[in-house]
């Protein structure tokens, strides 16, 4: 129900910084909350950060203090700043919504980390 479209992934070094977007295709209030995902090989897709419609944030314990999730209301758009970028990071992104009953995913945006 909800369209995603994401940019923002990369090569950076160990250290670096990336910033994902990812923009929706209906207003962020009208949606449950929206978030991003990771992937990498041999590993669960698991939460990286979410927002709700009400702006409560939340944080996987692997990234608290160095990712930081923001909103543009204006745009429907949700960002995902990226400090301190380690190899574990490595993998795609996806960005998620969730509106009632329903799911929404982007396509995926790759990020890789150099040492």
């Known amino acids: 129900q909800v369209q995603l479209v994401e940019s923002g992934g990369g090569l950076v070094q160990a250290g670096g910084s990336l910033k994902l977007s990812c923009a929706a295709s209906?207003?962020?209030?009208?949606?449950?909350?929206m978030g991003w995902y990771r992937q990498t090989p041999g590993k669960e897709r698991e939460l990286v950060a979410s927002?709700?419609?009400?702006?409560?944030?939340n944080y996987a314990d692997s990234v608290k203090g160095r990712f930081t999730l923001s909103r543009d209301n204006a745009k429907n758009t949700v960002y995902l700043q990226m400090n301190s970028l380690i190899s574990e990071d490595a993998g795609v992104y996806y960005c998620?919504?969730?509106?009632?009953?329903?799911?929404?995913w982007g396509q995926g945006t790759q990020v890789t980390v150099s040492s």
């Open positions: 998620h919504a969730r509106r009632g009953q329903y799911d929404s």
């Open positions: 209906r207003s962020v209030f009208s949606i449950a909350s």
């Open positions: 927002i709700t419609s009400g702006g409560s944030t």
